[in-house]
């Protein structure tokens, strides 16, 4: 269907260069009214239980809807405007109301359980046991008031998220502060060079700072001034809140927050559970939320004792080497720093010089190449904005999918790194035609500055080839059942397998020595830096884990525990007393810039990044026990330098295992079918240094 509207151009790939504001409301317009049209004849009473019969006419039309609201709100994300913010919000009410309404349409339920399960193929037969549940979940057997409440429940919880989200963004926008150089002593260059011009851009002196990751991080682990990381972190941590200062108060999430509990409360006790933490795991490898709290606890456990001497050693540092006798929450990174430059005898700022963008990405594509049998080649798409790549990934000459890889910060772009599907691989029913899957990866880098490439940090990478797992899980897959192709159909809490699985390859020589290019010599990392860095791998990795399990236990517990009108932070303060060696001030409101579990989809459900963890350490260790068994294959090693860490035997498993099985079985049977075996805590603690 090809209009001048591009909103409704199936044609290929979505025209972000054309998509304006004004057509949004035109082009749900029609594609409501189709999916509507198609919903109401496939519940005709005549109208067959079969799954390819209905997958014609309503899968077809839904999923055109979701292709072109998922170009809106992904622009949302990336280029927000108050004209797209306008028309975003004037259609996500209608949206929503459909999808909810679809979910919820008894007739379509008793079509999707009158079909003949021996009719359907494996993938099939997945596809539709996720439905009929999805459909429980949805509200599909309540009736009458209660199912009008669900309803309503749904839209209102669409608008919060949404308004949480503007919030988190634009107190982040909202904020600068305009150092002078007497400030920034101890600041690594780059991040000056950036400043300077971004404060030149407005026609003001001095150097512009903002809460921005790649202005903000380097600010706390670099200044030598206190006061100023004093300053920038009560901004970071008050933002979206109730302390923020009184120019930013309309930003506060506090009310939103507490209406997104509460109704999610409610949509649990219609649907007949307790809390929304029970609803939450249903469609999860977990059983129940206590079974995620003892992990969770269980892990805090094992974790504290090194998180304790994590903080004694910055503690006792900081009073030794740097004066600081009682260091507080602001001083931590820049002491972090500072410590593991002694320790170590190397600083990030070092490192970063030799992790140039395009070498990354190199080294990056190579591995992939190497390790899954593909070839990633530049393509050409319309994009958002003149930063964006995009690329294809082929296979015997075969395309596999495609992605678009957006990595600056800038204005108007959500914070955070994310992936996120364009459309799926599908086996389309209408035409016959298999449609390849294409992926968007998002980070939030600093640019390059002064005519020289973008730096990027060892975090960074370690982002880049996260996103790009969840990347691969989406295009590698060779499923043909849209609802279970890809990410599609996965586990919330397994889904973070192949993106934390990519990781590792972060912290393997073999892989670095070939991605790394010195921004100025375009030498190598030298391998006595790179040993440092190893050596220095679980530093602090105590606090970062007692970090996650703070997080994933709020976000639990807030959804199992906490009542109406109930005391969020309080609810925090009392998971820091159990598990926080850092005691952030009474000031700090971290939870009203969570995104992942208010605007992200990880409600009852952040604990998925270390549930999962323990998935990604167990799978990549089976690469390391095909080294140790001599069976590896190096990417470009030298003789002398023994095995890599890339076997491609194991790679192939692995690929077929869990990266081309997508959805379509549990994750659990995934990972048995890669490992032979369910998965171990032991690897993770071994990786970490808490064996």
């Not at 190096?634 to 192939?652: C, F, Q, R």
Request: charged share 25%; hydrophobic share 40%.
């Amino acid at each position: 269907m090809t209009t001048d509207n591009p909103l409704l151009d199936f044609s290929d790939l979505p025209l972000f260069d054309r998509i304006t504001p004004a057509h949004v409301a035109p082009a749900m317009d029609v594609l409501l009214d189709q999916a509507q049209a198609a919903l109401e004849h496939v519940t005709a009473a005549d109208f067959p239980a079969n799954w390819g019969d209905v997958a014609r006419v309503l899968d077809v039309a839904t999923e055109r809807l979701s292709r072109s609201w998922g170009a809106v709100s992904h622009l949302n994300g990336v280029a927000d405007t108050p004209e797209l913010r306008a028309a975003y919000n004037a259609a996500l009410p209608r949206v929503t109301e459909f999808w909810t309404r679809l979910g919820a349409d008894e007739r379509l339920y008793a079509k999707y359980k009158a079909m003949d399960d021996a009719s359907l193929n494996a993938e099939q037969r997945q596809a539709h046991k996720n439905a009929v549940r999805n459909f429980v979940l949805s509200g599909a057997e309540l009736t009458g008031a209660a199912k009008e409440r669900f309803a309503a429940i749904q839209e209102r919880q669409a608008e919060l998220s949404q308004k949480f989200s503007e919030n988190a963004l634009d107190a982040t926008d909202a904020y600068a502060y305009y150092a002078t150089d007497a400030d920034l002593a101890g600041v690594p260059g780059d991040v000056l060079e950036t400043a300077r011009a971004q404060a030149e851009a407005e026609g003001q002196q001095g150097y512009k700072l903002t809460l921005k990751m790649p202005s903000y991080l380097p600010v706390m682990q670099f200044a030598d001034s206190s006061v100023l990381r004093e300053t920038l972190y009560r901004a970071y941590s008050t933002r979206a809140s109730d302390q923020a200062p009184a120019e930013f108060s309309r930003f506060d999430n506090s009310a939103v927050m507490q209406e997104i509990l509460a109704l999610r409360r409610e949509e649990a006790q219609l649907l007949g559970y307790r809390n929304f933490g029970e609803v939450s795991v249903v469609a999860k490898m977990a059983d129940s939320p206590d079974q995620v709290i003892r992990f969770l606890r269980d892990l805090g456990q094992r974790a504290r004792p090194y998180g304790l001497k994590d903080v004694a050693d910055l503690r006792t540092f900081a009073a030794e080497k740097l004066g600081l006798t009682n260091p507080q929450p602001w001083d931590y990174a820049y002491i972090g720093e500072k410590l593991k430059e002694a320790r170590y005898a190397f600083s990030e700022q070092e490192v970063k010089q030799y992790f140039t963008a395009p070498k990354v990405l190199a080294g990056l594509f190579k591995i992939v190449e190497t390790l899954f049998e593909v070839a990633i080649r530049p393509d050409s798409a319309p994009v958002w904005n003149a930063g964006v790549e995009f690329y294809r990934i082929e296979r015997d000459g075969q395309l596999v999918g495609q992605f678009y890889l957006d990595r600056p910060a800038r204005t108007g772009k959500r914070g955070g790194a994310w992936m996120d599907d364009v459309r799926a691989r599908w086996l389309r029913p209408d035409t016959g035609q298999l449609q390849t899957p294409v992926a968007h990866l998002v980070c939030n880098f600093a640019d390059g500055v002064g005519g020289k490439p973008a730096l990027l940090t060892h975090d960074d990478v370690t982002t880049l080839f996260h996103e790009f797992g969840h990347g691969l899980h989406h295009m590698l897959t060779r499923i043909n059942e849209r609802d279970v192709s890809g990410i599609s159909g996965v586990e919330w809490d397994a889904v973070e397998l192949p993106s934390q699985f990519m990781e590792n390859f972060c912290w393997e020589w073999d892989v670095l020595k070939h991605m790394t290019a010195h921004v100025d010599s375009g030498e190598p990392l030298p391998r006595p830096l790179f040993d440092k860095m190893l050596a220095a791998k679980n530093f602090q990795s105590g606090m970062q884990t007692l970090r996650q399990i703070e997080f994933s236990l709020f976000d639990m517990l807030l959804h199992t525990d906490w009542q109406p009108g109930g005391d969020v932070m309080a609810l925090l303060d009392g998971v820091r007393q159990d598990y926080a060696v850092i005691t952030p001030p009474p000031y700090s409101r971290t939870a009203h810039t969570f995104s992942h579990i208010f605007s992200g989809g990880y409600a009852a459900g952040y604990y998925s990044y270390k549930w999962a963890e323990v998935l990604s350490a167990d799978a990549y260790a089976a690469f390391e026990e095909s080294a140790q068994a001599d069976t590896a294959t190096g990417i470009n090693t030298d003789a002398d330098e023994g095995p890599g860490p890339v076997s491609l035997e194991t790679g192939k498993k692995y690929r077929q295992a869990i990266l081309e099985a997508g959805g379509s079985r549990p994750a659990m049977e995934s990972f048995k079918a890669f490992r032979g075996r369910e998965p171990s805590i032991d690897a993770l603690l071994r990786h970490q240094g808490m064996a």
